[in-house]
């Protein structure tokens, strides 16, 4: 009986292991890659700005300095997060994508006295 229920257990260990490897992928950074580093854990611990529902759930672009294990990088943090350790799980980072037309040149605008511009 108790083999039973054992191998029955077994089995369904291995059933939701499969299914979730399926859906699970390896991400992969190299260095000179940016990323975005998950802050949401840390609301109660350190202020990136704002409280509550509108506080940042990421900060960044930071680089990577080297890959630590397969799934552990060590980023090019600023002088304000030194208090935090360096190196960082994958599942905490998220991959920077820059797109250039997103990027609003300054020289450009001309800004009025009344605070309107024209571009």
Known sequence: ?????????????????????LKRRDIEYFVGDKVFLK????KKILMFGRKGKLSRRFIG????????????YRLAVP??????HNVFHVYILRRY???????????????RPDLSYEE
């Open 1 to 21: 009986m108790v083999k039973r229920i054992q191998g029955r257990l077994k089995a369904a260990f291995d059933r939701q292991n499969s299914n979730a490897d």
């Open 61 to 72: 672009p930071y680089g990577f300095v080297e890959r630590i294990e397969p799934v552990a």
């Open 39 to 42: 802050v949401s854990h840390w």
């Open 97 to 111: 994508r820059s797109d250039h037309s997103h990027v609003i040149s300054t020289k450009d605008i001309e800004i």
């Open 79 to 84: 002088l304000e997060l030194q208090k935090i």
